[in-house]
C-alpha cells in the first residue's frame, strides 16, 4: 500500500489527520517530531509532551537545529526510507519534497488559526502563541531554503490533496481528508 505523507505549518492539524487516516486505513502512524525528539534527547534535552516544541527548551532546540542542518538530515533520512516502504502515515515538513511516490496531503490555515490550537492545545495565551508559530515557521522556512532549497508554505503544486483547514473543524479535516485519500490508496 502507498505510504501518505501530512504536511503544514506548526499546529495546523498534522497529528490530528494522521492518527485518523492510520486508524481508518490500517497504516502505521509515524512523527517526524517524534524522531526529533529523539535526537533532542540524545543533545541532552528533555523533551517530551505534544506541547514541548513550543516551550523555551523547544526554542532553543530550533535554534541549534537552525545552526546545524544535521539533526533535521538525520531525520529526514530516516523518513525517507520508512516512507518508502509503503504502509505508513507520516507527519513530516520536509518529506513531500523529498518523496517521489505517495500521496503528499498538504494542510493549509492561517497563523492566527494555528495560534490558537496550539493555545488550546499547550495552554498558553494567543499572544504567546502567535509569537511562537511565527518563529517556528520562520526558522524552519530558512533552514529548509538553505538545505533542501524550497519555499516551505509558498508551494503547493506538489501535493496530491490540498485542504484549507480555516474555516473547517478537526472532524470535518479528517473526513476531508479520509475521502480522498481512499480514492488513491
Ligand atoms: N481543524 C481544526 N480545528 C480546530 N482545532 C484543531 C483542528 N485540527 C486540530 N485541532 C486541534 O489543534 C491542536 C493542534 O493539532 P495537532 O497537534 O494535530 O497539530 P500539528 O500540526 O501536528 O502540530 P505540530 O506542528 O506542533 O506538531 C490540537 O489540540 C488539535 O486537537
Ligand atoms: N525535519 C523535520 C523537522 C521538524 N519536523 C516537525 O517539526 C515539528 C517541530 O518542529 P519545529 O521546528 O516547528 O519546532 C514536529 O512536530 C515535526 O512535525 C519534521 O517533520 N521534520
Known sequence: M???????????????????LAGEFGLEYLSGGDVLKGIAREEGFDSGGDDWWDTEEGMRFLDKRSKNPEFDRRVDDSLRALFDEGGKVITSYTLPWLVDDGIKIWLAG???????????????GMAEALAIT???YLANKVLYKKMYDFEFGEDSSIFNVVINTDNLDADQVIQSAKSQVREML
Do not use: L, Q
Open 2 to 20: 502507498r505510504s501518505v505523507v501530512i504536511s503544514g505549518p506548526p499546529a495546523v492539524g498534522k497529528t490530528t489527520v494522521a492518527r485518523a
Open 110 to 124: 492561517s497563523h492566527e488559526n494555528s495560534s490558537r490550537r496550539m493555545g488550546s492545545r499547550d495552554s498558553i
Open 134 to 136: 511565527r518563529r517556528r
